[in-house]
């Protein structure tokens, strides 16, 4: 059985436990409404390169790209994940890396076991993980990483910029976008887009009204196409990165709520048992006193 002395010493780690875990799930909370105002803000960047692009779509001006070209061979695909440079996120890496298994997965149904799959772990959580299985796989690759889970504004840019030149120069045939979707603080889904080719579907998305519109395109659709598509390219990397951001700091949230409610708990628990025992000294303290005055 404990002494008081030990069960006050932890009561006081405990505690001490419980202020930690609430002052970081307070800033957790912080730089997760920091990162949806940055998502906030990427949204109608992407809305209106999209409202472009379906307006291109739906006219009757002929126009098509490399980047939404689907090669009927996939030689080698890429998968970008996006994970966590830091933990203390409960389960967040974990179910990461559990979607990019099934990904993996995937691709090899669709394109043959012999495909070259290109795995870019963004997070050193992420790349820790993903190292431990290309060792036993051959046909598993890592790629160079030059960014990290806070990168953003140019570093995203040149990210993004490096894979459509791959796509064009027919390094890669097929490249999947993988991350966290941010909802709300309690709710994060795992996402994993055809990042390239583009599909003419997604380009369109729910802006596409009508088909052989008469617009007038200045200097030409083509033209105009071309250029709007890396744009959208770009907007759709900065907001997965965005809604990781996010994801990542409501799960830290969460688990940060989590560890405070069990400290929470054990405190009660251990101050109970302290309390039960510090009575029960007392008691035995008076009962010898009171023995003592009798045999006297």
């Known amino acids: 059985m404990a002494t ?7 009561i006081g780690s405990v505690a001490s436990s419980e202020k930690i875990t609430g002052a970081m799930k307070m800033i957790s909370s912080a730089k997760m409404h920091k990162a949806e105002g940055v998502l906030r803000r990427l949204q109608p960047f992407r809305n209106c390169v999209q409202t472009v692009i379906a307006n291109l779509l739906s006219s009757d001006a002929a126009v098509s790209s490399p980047l939404a070209a689907k090669r009927q061979t996939i ?22 890396f559990k979607g990019m298994l099934a990904t993996i997965a995937s691709l090899r149904d669709e394109a043959g076991h012999d495909v070259e799959i290109e795995i870019v772990p963004v997070g050193k959580k992420m790349r820790r993980a993903v190292e431990k299985i290309a060792v036993s796989d051959p046909r598993l690759t890592i790629g160079e990483v030059t960014v990290d889970s806070k990168s953003e504004g140019d570093d995203v840019k040149a990210f993004a910029q490096g894979f459509e030149s791959r796509f064009l120069a027919g390094e890669l045939d097929k490249v999947v976008l993988q991350y966290m979707h941010f909802h709300s603080a309690g709710r994060q889904r795992l996402v994993s887009d055809v990042y390239l080719p583009l599909s003419q579907e997604d380009l369109a998305g729910d802006n596409a009204k009508g088909e052989g519109r008469p617009y ?13 598509l890396p744009m959208y390219l770009l907007s759709l990397m900065q907001e997965a990165f965005a809604e990781n951001r996010a994801s990542e700091q409501a799960a830290r949230v969460m688990a940060m709520q ?18 039960k025992l510090r009575q029960q000294s007392i008691t035995t303290e008076l009962l010898d006193i009171v023995g003592g005055q009798a045999r006297d």
């Open 75 to 96: 030689r080698r695909a890429a998968i970008i994940v996006l994970g966590s440079d830091d933990g203390l996120c409960g389960a967040y890496n974990v179910n990461i």
């Open 4 to 10: 008081l002395r030990e069960l006050k010493g932890r």
């Open 216 to 228: 007038l395109f200045e200097p030409d659709a083509a033209t105009i196409f071309s250029t709007v």
């Open 258 to 275: 989590s560890a405070n409610d069990n400290a929470q708990k054990l405190l009660e628990q251990l101050q109970l048992e302290y309390n």
